[in-house]
């Protein structure tokens, strides 16, 4: 299909854009809208179609055949459109929702404007797919004698488990929460991946032959010994999620809690799962300080927001993003601005440049903290240098304090000590070019070899490790 | 002058990559005869004038004394010889009984012995009486040292013809010519040489390695007053290298060539393939005798000697014989009756057309006569004087007849001959000599009787019901992608044509891909540039056909009303219907016979053999059981089968029944699910097949059509554009190789192999050069079998669609690009930055191939050498001079890009290039800031947009652009809402019309029009250099080596893969080869050739990095030059949409809104370059070389990377690409010629007017003019556009008076203020880039030659004027004000394709006009006197409109320009028009192109906006 030549020069973006603000913070359903069809088509047309599709070849991890989708999505031609998806990507219904969509930042069109809405129309193809009952079950015509075992059920775990079960090996899935999704479920919030998503697809999963055993802590339920018996690999897809702690005085106070259990708790709630102590936290009523910027963050601050914080103060310690590309960051690299996300828009305050001195409180729980402002400067091989900022201290109060500061790495739990997998100095799984660990037949992927990263890359890596242990059971099953 | 340190050499043994079967050559011809049939030595003495004149058409070798080749073919001197044999003189029968063979016989006495003795033996063996021998007095002081090392021994035989005479002992002769041939060749020494010039009872041919002026110094024979004849043909060499080859000196036996036959080899194929069938009564049992008819070892025109001697010893007369092998179009829309029609569709079944330009003088001693090719393509002129004596040559004026004995002066047009039968005394005109021969026989009858016409009994194509369940699996078993479907075969099946594309090729050869290729990928086509010219197959498609027969008879001697039984099909592309109708057929004569084309899935090379020789034998057993079409078919094969790649299937039949003598007993039909692009097509027809029924690709189209993806189109519209799109690209392949018909394309094999090995080519594609050898039929089963597996075992977690492709839009699962995202995004930054680590990571990407190959240079090496330190190097700034820009035109890309490279280059002391289409005079001017705008390189490409006097002057270097990597062999165009106020100014076009260039230059048809081009830039600027930009193929180091000799200053290699423009997404992909082949090509036959001292060489096409530089080096070049590498600094992203006006970064694009975007600066290029320099220091270094200059030509610095184990690689062997001559000339330019024009007759008229032009003062100077006198004028134009630029000087100021016979090129850029009159006439290209000048052209007084009967002047007058006036009292050759975009011009008739490409200005022709006027017409206005109501037939209406002369400002334009051609030439027809006007008006029909109409009606709002659409680059 061709595409049309001018559209980019003729047709301006037009982004899907959110439920407004007051709707939104009332419930918790997604907040972006779907275009209508028409002008769905309309904003693909705005594809160039390029010779060299920076997007497929540099933006995106799936390599996604984004100018040929968008010349199908222009003419409707949906069912094509969705093949052509569905041949880089096992489940365009999550990036289309939660990718920051590397993509649009390396658009050629981006260059001299508005990149094209890659994202939504990726989401337009596949939510059109399942509202048009194109998504039955595809169970593989015929099974392999080979069985796999994937270790999480997170977005590369997903990813590996459904390819490897449509390559026709038999899959299992041992999830240690109570249902599948990993950080998809756990960590990202209903309002930005509704769970009937998730749910929906591991139907389908389920329907095509993958099993899905949930609450099993592997390791401790199920002995290593018992995987190696019953499997013939078994793909390692725990994640990185060792959060980054905050090492400063008045840490140990109740109400300082770490941004994932926060976001886990509630996401429980909604599934109507017994929630744990641990996670069990409301910002209800609350002054509440999220400590760090990113997505994280935000998904915090927007949570906050609907659980009747009184107020929510985003701190970051890095300096504000400039609003534009700047010189060192050209494209098609990512573009290092600053963002504001759904949640954003919703309310709260940001600060940028801030640190944390320490935490005070009464009673053992927190009140507040105090922070002090940062300058940065270039330092030794070019590492950012901070300096706290002379007389620049403040104090915040707070009653809930969220730690969004990343992570360090995978969690080094019984089943990994257990297999004798090998680390980096990152602290993440080594493994080889074929994606295999230290330990013959146990594989690796997502966040638990890479460290934590995006959902695409995930998938892409579930992806990319599922074709690895075809090829390694290929091979050891002709040197059987 | 001899040199002892060329040690003279006849021609080399192929070696390297030089191969003597890539020569070429062309010349001038010419035949004088007494229409009377009187003998007299007058002929003689005049043969040898006209040769003299016509020497500037020739060329002499390495040593400036040795001529390419000179001859004289007359009838026997019997007189001469009573006198001078003294002891044979006595028994020497009558004249016309006794036969003289003319030999060249070896040095070497013993081996003469033995040729002395083999002639006396097989004379006597054949009954005949030998009379003895006479040593020819030869005078070898004239010669040059060259030919007279190689000079034979020159002997003449005398033959008693006991008892046989005339035709019937010439019948004999050669029989016993043959004979002698094959006794003696195999067993002469090597490098003597044994050659029969002639034998025959009526005509001799004196020949040499001579100059004209040396033939008859060297045969005195030919100065002894009683060698009288009464005809007399003459030739004038031009070749292509410079080795003394005294048998390839024309004349042959009968005739002497100008041109070039491109269709030779398909010729020789199908003749060689004739042989067993040959029978006839005049031969008997002598027909063994003669074979094989075509000597091995000839050139071209040799062969059609050969082939005119068969036919006419076998019966015929010489003229049929000429139109059986020359015939001229005879397609619908030619004017001709039934009978001819007949005649040659009927000779069209028994003779594939040879063809090429072509004018060809032939005798058989007693008639004579000259023959033009179809197109027209060479110039021949000829003048009947009352005394009863022709002469006609390739130019007039080269025999001197005073003008009031002058009866009548005309030139032959495209197709037509004239013969003077000089028993019956008369001169027989073109439609005389076609009338009788067309009556000889019924043949209309014959043909109406007996063809079976298959195509289009029913109309429109039935529809075709796609098998939609295996649809997707046989598409995969064939290899087809997403890309097959969207980018190419989408646009055929919808519109009709193949898509467009642009910025060159970057994916690896198809040796180095990792994705199943198709054996069509490893072929290039061939194409023609310089020594022919590609045909325009849209404008002149009116001379070309893909008609085509099965069931060819294969006895060419024999007429009879059964060889009109043919199977006639209009075009090969059989639809299934066509097929199920021939299968239908199976009944009486024609019987179908179909072979499943598959071997045993998975199998290796063996098996893949073994089903190749069964296919074969099968079809050798199905021809001896009687049938007589076998079909190879892929349909429906069993699946454990794989497919044979359909191209070898052909080829292996085809060959197999070639050996077997069978070929022409059967057609070769080919129903397969592969071919789906053009290029398949034509490589199945090139190698053998006769119609190709691509039904996969038919039921793809289908399945697009119904799935909706083509609009409206029906599943049957879809497969008839596709159909018609296939034809269109067909034609467009063989136009490129200037072949016109698809009978004469068939089996002519015009491609070359890349990246298969020897053993498979000779074995199957023989004759294909393969010079770097590849894959065997190992690997081809292979990726055969991969695509089996792929379409019968997919994976099943692979989604029901077909493989990417990535082949024309980088895919990460597609094919490979060298420009990726990192590689561009890495070099931008590196320049932004200014950044050279970065750049080396960006050069590390791309060179090391190691691992993954893309180019052959990714799999050489350097040998380890003693490295220098850097700093002895020389430095960036020397180097960074060598460097230059890519030809892209103002037009293509912005002016923003345009100047931002030219400042660049500037600063650097490079060179930019101002590609096609002028450029802004106020670029001329330095800026403030001391930046130069100017193009250093005036690029002069076909079009000659914008090529002006003062665009002229201000280079210092002028490019012919003869190809471009992209698309060699084609035109392009600007479709007019490109055309903007800006450009359309810089071109001299008129804003909205669309620019068409033409495929060829209309000045080079030939080796000897380069020459002449060459010259004519020289004098509008002398102070220039001149190159030629040539594309690498197989022969382009000959090609190079002829470019040479025609004195160009540089020659530029220009690789396949290069090319920024727009161009036929099968043309970026499939023509011409990599630059390394050509480039080392260029420098090992240009030191054979000692020239390469004279020469500098330049090379470009995909040059990245430093290390390509020195491996161009290594290989041979000086200079190198970036295009893709400057855009992408400055901005360009690849988008490849250049043609679409839609770049993003205002790179190419015109839209000023997108124009804005454009970031590049020159900085950006500059440190590219310096970058470049940098990279290159470092290597040489580690090479241990100084300078580039010591790198030059050391090849035996390369090696072939040991570390590539890519399966598919390991058969390349690059010894010949790596090979070094011995050779004392040095590797590179050490001795650059210098040009004196002093001595021209321009040279001397400037001593009298160049003080006058400087003063601005007038005046008038009066000479006589010759034939030799070319270019005259020019010099003077030059001077005057150097002081006052394009406005020149006040009408009149300058005027040159001459009286005689102008040279070609008169009046060449003349510029204004000058006026040229010439009382006489001229030769071809008169006023060519006409610049304001006037040049009048009008017979003697005294003569009556005006009119549009007597041809005044040559072709292709006004070839791209821009301004000016032109008033031609006579009439005019071919193309008159080709591609005229300002002058105005009157003439008095013109030949045909008048006006073609014409974009402005105005032509009156006061007489009638040859066809197709007006093609490609988008501007300016014609007026035409159509006298007899005919005119609409030979006009080609696609652009224009014919109207009635009615408005009064149109009547009062028209009388304005009769009046002041009447005043300007005295013409009597002008004045009659005049005096009876009223009369007159209605019967001039304006020609009025549709654009420029609209154009018209626009201009009051003329917008620079551009609207934004499909825009071909040019």
Not at chain 1, 119 to 146: D, Q
Not at chain 1, 224 to 229: A, G, H, I, N
Not at chain 2, 389 to 401: C, H, P, R
Not at chain 2, 1433 to 1458: F, H, P, T, W
Request: charged fraction near 20%.
């Amino acid at each position: 299909m061709t595409n049309n030549p001018m559209g980019f020069l003729d047709i301006p973006r037009k982004a899907a854009g959110y439920r407004s603000r007051d709707e939104r913070l009332h419930d918790w359903r997604e907040v972006e809208r779907q275009l209508p069809e028409d002008q769905v088509r309309r904003q693909a047309e705005r594809c160039m179609d390029c010779g060299i599709p920076f997007c497929h070849g540099c933006g995106c991890p799936l390599a996604n055949h984004i100018p040929e989708i968008h010349a199908l999505a222009q003419h409707g031609r949906w069912r094509e459109a969705l093949d052509l998806q569905l041949s880089t990507s096992n489940f365009p219904e999550f990036t289309g929702r939660v990718c920051p969509a590397p993509c649009e930042g390396s658009c050629v069109l981006g260059l001299v404007g508005d990149p094209v809405t890659i994202r939504n129309i990726e989401l337009a193809v596949i939510e059109r797919a399942f509202a048009e009952g194109w998504m039955k079950p595809r169970p593989p015509a015929a099974r392999l004698a080979t069985r796999v075992a994937v270790i999480g059920s997170g977005p590369a775990g997903l990813a590996a488990a459904d390819s490897l079960n449509r390559i026709g090996h038999h899959v299992t899935v041992y999830e240690n929460a109570p249902r599948p999704g990993g950080i998809l479920r756990y960590g990202i919030p209903e309002f930005k991946l509704e769970k009937a998503v998730i749910d929906r697809r591991v139907q389908l999963m389920r329907d095509e032959g993958v099993l899905f055993e949930c609450s099993v802590q592997v390791g401790d339920d199920l002995s290593t010994k018992f995987l190696f018996s019953r499997f013939d690999a078994i793909v390692l897809t725990g994640g990185a999620r060792e959060p980054r702690n905050l090492t400063v005085p008045g840490r140990e106070l109740s109400g300082i809690h770490f941004a994932m259990d926060y976001l886990r708790g509630q996401n429980m709630r909604l599934d109507g799962d017994p929630v744990p102590p641990r996670y069990d936290i409301s910002a209800a009523d609350k002054r509440v300080v999220v400590i760090g910027g990113g997505d994280t963050g935000s998904d915090c601050l927007g949570t906050a927001l609907r659980q009747g914080a009184k107020s929510v103060l985003q701190i970051e310690i890095l300096p504000e993003p400039p609003a534009t590309r700047a010189p060192s960051n050209p494209w098609p690299t990512w573009p290092l601005i600053r963002r504001d996300s759904s949640s954003h828009q919703e309310g709260g305050s940001r600060r940028w440049a801030v640190t944390t001195i320490h935490a005070f409180g009464c009673e053992g729980a927190v009140s507040g903290l105090r922070c002090a402002g940062v300058e940065w400067s270039p330092g030794d091989g070019g590492r950012p240098q901070m300096r706290i900022q002379p007389d620049s201290e403040f104090d915040v109060e707070a009653e809930l304090v969220l730690l969004a500061m990343g992570f360090t790495g995978p969690r080094k739990n019984k089943l990994l000590q257990e297999l004798g997998v090998s680390f980096d100095s990152r602290g993440t799984v080594i493994r080889d070019a074929e994606n295999m660990t230290s330990v013959p037949g146990v594989f690796a992927a997502g966040d638990l070899a890479r460290g934590a990263s995006l959902v695409v890359r995930a998938i892409a890596d579930g992806r990319a490790t599922a074709e690895s242990v075809h090829h390694w059971l290929a091979n050891t099953a002709m040197k059987r | 002058m001899p040199n002892d340190d060329q040690p003279a050499q006849r021609r080399p043994e192929a070696q390297g990559l030089y191969d003597p079967a890539n020569e070429h050559d062309a010349c001038g011809v010419g035949f004088l005869a007494n229409i009377n049939g009187q003998t007299s030595h007058q002929i003689i003495t005049d043969a040898i004038t006209v040769l003299c004149n016509l020497v500037h058409r020739g060329a002499v070798g390495g040593d400036a004394a040795t001529g390419d080749g000179a001859g004289i073919l007359t009838q026997i001197p019997d007189a001469l010889f009573r006198a001078k044999t003294e002891v044979i003189a006595d028994r020497l029968p009558p004249a016309d009984t006794y036969g003289v063979g003319m030999f060249f016989m070896p040095q070497d006495p013993a081996a003469r012995a033995l040729c002395l003795s083999a002639v006396v033996e097989v004379v006597k063996d054949e009954t005949l009486g030998f009379l003895g021998w006479r040593d020819v007095p030869t005078d070898s002081s004239v010669l040059g040292g060259q030919a007279l090392a190689t000079c034979p021994v020159v002997m003449q035989g005398f033959v008693d013809g006991c008892g046989l005479a005339g035709e019937a002992l010439d019948r004999k002769l050669y029989a016993v010519r043959k004979q002698i041939q094959a006794r003696v060749l195999p067993l002469l020494p090597p490098g003597q040489v044994f050659y029969a010039a002639s034998f025959s009872c009526r005509t001799i041919v004196y020949k040499g390695m001579l100059t004209g002026g040396q033939v008859s110094g060297f045969y005195r024979d030919l100065s002894d007053t009683r060698y009288a004849s009464a005809v007399a043909v003459v030739h004038q060499r031009y070749s292509t290298n410079t080795f003394p080859s005294w048998e390839l000196a024309q004349p042959f036996r009968f005739l002497g060539h100008n041109g070039e036959i491109n269709t030779l080899r398909g010729n020789l194929n199908q003749m060689q393939a004739r042989e067993h069938a040959l029978a006839s009564d005049l031969f008997g049992a002598d027909i063994h005798k003669i074979l094989p008819v075509v000597d091995a070892g000839g050139s071209d025109s040799a062969a059609l000697d050969n082939a005119v001697e068969l036919l006419y010893r076998g019966g015929r007369s010489l003229q049929h014989a000429m139109m059986m092998l020359i015939p001229e179009a005879w397609g619908a829309k030619y004017p001709i009756g039934p009978d001819q029609r007949g005649f040659f569709e009927y000779h069209a079944g028994l003779m594939e057309p040879w063809d090429g330009p072509a004018t060809v003088a032939f005798t058989d001693g007693r008639c004579v006569g000259a023959i033009l090719d179809r197109n027209g393509l060479r110039p021949a002129r000829y003048t009947v004087t009352r005394d009863g004596f022709i002469v006609l040559a390739s130019e007039t004026g080269v025999l001197d007849i005073a003008p009031e004995n002058v009866a009548e002066k005309g030139a032959l047009r495209p197709g037509q001959t004239l013969v003077v039968d000089l028993q019956k005394h008369r001169v027989m005109k073109n439609v005389e000599v076609k009338g009788l021969l067309a009556r000889r026989h019924p043949y209309r009858r014959w043909v109406e009787e007996n063809a079976i016409t298959i195509q289009g009994l029913f109309g429109a194509v039935a529809p075709i019901i796609p098998d939609t369940a295996t649809l997707l699996q046989r598409q995969r078993l064939f290899g087809y992608t997403r890309e097959d479907l969207d980018v190419l075969l989408e646009p055929m099946a919808s519109k009709g044509h193949e898509a467009v594309g642009s910025m060159g090729h970057d994916v690896p050869l198809a040796v180095f891909s990792e994705k199943p290729q198709t054996l069509y990928n490893y072929f290039k086509q061939l194409f023609a540039q310089v020594t022919n010219p590609p045909i325009d197959p849209i404008r002149e498609q009116l001379v070309m056909s893909l008609m085509t027969f099965i069931g060819n008879p294969a006895n060419i001697l024999s007429e009879v009303p059964g060889h009109a039984r043919l199977v006639k099909l209009q075009h090969p592309v059989l639809s299934n219907e066509d097929l199920r109708r021939i299968r239908n057929l199976n009944s009486g004569e024609f019987r179908t016979h179909t072979l499943q084309a598959g071997f045993p899935a998975g199998g290796a090379g063996a098996a893949l053999q073994a089903a190749l020789l069964q296919l074969a034998q099968r079809a050798e057993s199905a021809v001896y059981q009687g049938e007589n079409i076998v079909v190879l078919s892929d349909c429906g094969l069993a699946s454990d089968e794989t497919p044979i790649p359909m191209l070898l299937a052909v080829a292996a039949v085809h060959r197999h029944l070639i050996n077997k003598g069978l070929r022409t007993r059967v057609g070769l039909l080919v129903e397969s699910g592969e071919p789906r692009e053009v290029m398949h097509v034509a490589l199945l027809l090139g190698y053998g097949a006769t119609a190709v029924n691509p039904y996969l690709a038919f039921e793809t189209v289908a399945q697009m059509a119904l799935d909706t993806r083509l609009g409206a189109i029906t599943p049957a519209k879809a497969i008839e554009n596709y159909i018609a799109a296939l034809g269109e690209g067909l034609r467009k392949i063989m136009s490129k190789m200037g072949i016109s018909t698809l009978r004469s394309y068939r089996s002519a094999q015009v491609f070359e192999a890349l990246g298969i090995s020897r053993d498979v080519v000779d074995v199957y594609f023989t004759g294909t050069a393969s010079r770097v050898g590849g894959i065997g039929l190992d690997e081809i089963a292979a990726e055969a079998n991969a695509r089996w597996c792929a379409a019968r075992e997919p994976r099943q977690d692979q989604m029901p669609i077909l493989p990417s492709g990535g082949f024309y839009k980088l895919r990460k699962d597609g094919e490979r690009h060298l420009w990726t995202t990192e590689t561009i995004t890495a070099l931008q930054q590196a320049v932004r930055e200014n950044d050279y680590a970065r750049y080396q990571t960006y050069a590390a990407l791309i060179n090391d191939q190691t691992h993954r190959q893309f180019t052959l240079r990714g799999m050489f090496a350097f040998k380890a050498a003693d490295p220098v330190p850097l700093e002895e190097v020389e430095p960036i700034t020397s180097i960074m001079r060598r460097f230059v820009t890519g030809a892209m035109s103002f037009g293509s890309i912005s002016r923003e890009a345009h100047e931002t490279i030219a400042i660049a280059m500037n600063r650097i002391g490079g060179r930019s290039n101002s590609g096609e289409g002028g450029e802004d005079p106020e670029r001329y001017t330095i800026l403030p800031n001391g930046d130069n705008r100017c193009s250093a390189i005036k690029q002069i490409a076909s079009g000659r947009f914008g090529v002006t006097t003062e665009y002229l002057v201000n280079a210092r270097e002028l490019q012919i652009k003869i190809a471009q990597g992209a698309k060699p062999g084609e035109g392009g165009q600007l479709p007019g809402h490109k055309v903007n106020a800006e450009i359309a100014r810089v071109r001299h076009a008129t804003p909205g019309v669309t620019l068409i260039s033409p495929p060829p230059h209309h000045d080079i048809y030939s080796i000897e029009d380069i020459k002449q081009l060459i010259y004519d830039l020289r004098n509008v600027n002398p102070g220039s250099e001149v190159s030629v930009k040539l594309v690498s193929e197989l022969g382009v180091g000959t090609v190079a080596a002829g470019v040479a000799k025609a004195e160009a200053d540089r020659v530029l290699i220009s690789g396949y893969d290069g090319g920024t423009g727009a161009s036929p997404l099968t043309s970026i992909k499939h023509a011409g080869a990599p630059w390394e082949i050509g480039l080392a090509e260029t420098q090992q036959t240009l030191l054979l050739n000692h020239l390469r001292d004279k020469v500098r060489v330049q090379v470009d096409g995909q040059l990245k990095t430093g290390r390509d530089i020195v491996i161009g080096a290594l290989l041979g070049a000086e200079e190198f030059g970036f295009a893709t590498g400057a855009l992408v600094c400055m901005g360009c992203v690849m988008m490849r949409k250049c043609h679409q006006n839609t770049c993003p970064v205002g790179v190419a694009t015109q839209d000023p809104k997108l124009r804005a975007c454009f970031t590049g600066r020159p900085e950006h290029l500059v440190n590219f370059c310096r970058f470049l320099a940098q990279d290159v220091r470092e290597r040489l270094a580690a090479l241990g070389l100084r300078s580039l200059d010591e790198a030059v030509g050391r090849s035996d610095l390369l090696e072939t990377n040991e570390a590539v184990t890519f399966w598919k690689a390991r058969g390349l062997d690059f010894s010949n690409v790596f090979y070094r001559p011995q050779t004392r000339t040095p590797p590179r330019c050490v001795n650059p010629r210098h040009i004196d024009l002093g001595d021209t007759l321009d040279a001397r008229l400037l001593e009298q007017i160049g003080p006058a032009i400087e003063a601005g003062e007038k005046i008038v100077t009066h000479s006589p003019i010759r034939n030799v006198h070319r270019t005259v004028g020019t010099q003077v134009a030059g001077r005057i556009a150097q002081k006052y630029g394009h406005r020149g000087l006040p009408d009149d100021t300058v005027v040159m008076r001459f009286t005689g016979v102008a040279g070609q090129s008169f009046g060449a850029w003349a510029a204004s203020g000058q006026t040229l009159i010439l009382e006489g006439e001229a030769n071809d290209y008169v006023g060519k880039g006409l610049s304001g000048g006037r040049i009048v052209v009008r017979p003697p007084a005294g003569a009556d030659t005006s009119g549009d009967a007597h041809t005044i002047a040559g072709n292709v007058l006004l070839y791209g004027a821009t301004c000016g006036e032109a008033y031609i009292a006579g009439r005019a050759g071919e193309r008159f004000a080709i591609r005229n975009s300002g002058a105005v011009a009157v003439v008095e008739g013109v030949g045909d394709h008048g006006c073609e490409y014409m974009t402005g200005g105005r032509v009156v022709v006061l007489g009638r006009t040859g066809l197709n006027f007006a093609a490609g017409m988008s501007g300016g206005l014609a007026y035409v006197y159509d006298e007899d109501g005919l005119f609409d037939a030979r006009c080609n209406l696609d652009m224009v409109d014919l109207e009635q002369v009615v408005s009064e400002a149109d009547i009062a334009e028209l009388r304005g320009l009769i009046e002041r051609h009447a005043a300007a030439t005295g013409s009597a027809r002008a004045a009659t028009m005049l005096a009876a006007w009223d009369e007159t008006v209605p019967r001039f029909v304006k020609v009025f192109p549709m654009e420029y109409r609209k154009i018209l009606g626009q201009m009051m709002r003329e917008d620079e906006q551009t609207a934004r659409q499909e825009v071909a680059r040019d």
